[in-house]
């Protein structure tokens, strides 16, 4: 799904990305994972190009992306953050169906659309109306979510979205994350710090580390036969080892 050769990024004297090569496998779940300031957040941005590479280039479905062709692009990629992102001046369903009303698609359609990401993320139908400051934060990211799918985009980027939850909220929320990625079989690239949320929503996890990638594969692999030492200290720094933690 995508391909990044030689990327990097630099913000003013800091490097936020070293030369790295990576490629998205399709219809899995690919988790960025690291500290804070690893640069997880930085390729995702690369990935929709919210930044260009400094060096490099990023392929998607194996065209390079270009700055004339990133508004159809973009209407192929879903991309949600944490806390939502939502106009706070729009109700939920306006901020659902903004893009689909930009493109000009008939009413019957975008009614039919929100029906089915309704039931797809059990969100509350009556609470479409509600304006996101009426809106908890549980709600709220099922409305990024939505907007996020809206389009029925091939690819699905997810900045950290469940991380300014509380842990009731973001159990429950993890749990129907892991059914829509079962349900729609698309293909996800999911930014977290969180080994449990990793373990659970991840088929390939792709751990950084200052900008760099340290190692690459399955949590299990990871954990079992760590690349460098610092693969073993983030486990230790997350005190309970993956299998045993639940979403």
């Not at 390729?43 to 392929?59: A, E, H, K, Q, Y």
């Not at 690819?155 to 159990?171: H, I, K, Q, T, Y």
Request: aromatic share 6%; with cysteine.
């Amino acid at each position: 799904m995508f391909e990044l050769e030689g990327v990097s990024k630099r913000f003013g004297e800091m490097v936020a990305i070293h030369p790295l090569d990576l490629s998205v496998p399709t219809g899995r779940t690919t988790v960025l994972l690291g500290p804070s300031g690893c640069g997880k957040s930085t390729l995702l941005r690369m990935m929709n190009g919210l930044l260009r590479p400094d060096t490099g280039r990023v392929l998607f479905h194996g065209q390079p992306l270009r700055d004339e062709d990133l508004l159809a692009v973009r209407q192929r990629i879903g991309y949600a953050l944490q806390g939502g992102g939502l106009f706070p001046h729009l109700t939920a369903e306006a901020n659902v169906v903004l893009m689909a009303r930009h493109l000009k698609w008939p009413a019957e359609r975008i009614r039919e659309r929100i029906l089915s990401l309704v039931e797809l993320t059990r969100f509350p139908s009556d609470a479409l109306t509600r304006f996101p400051g009426q809106l908890s934060g549980g709600q709220r990211q099922r409305v990024s979510l939505m907007r996020a799918l809206m389009l029925e985009p091939d690819v699905l980027l997810l900045d950290e979205p469940l991380g300014a939850l509380d842990p009731l909220v973001r159990f429950e929320l993890q749990s129907d994350l892991r059914d829509i990625f079962t349900r729609l079989g698309k293909t996800v690239v999911l930014v977290t710090h969180d080994l449990g949320e990793a373990s659970f929503l991840g088929d390939h996890v792709v751990l950084l580390r200052e900008g760099r990638i340290v190692q690459q594969g399955s949590l299990s692999e990871l954990e079992h036969a760590p690349a460098d030492p610092f693969v073993t200290r983030f486990f230790q720094a997350q005190r309970l080892p993956f299998e045993t933690r639940g979403p």
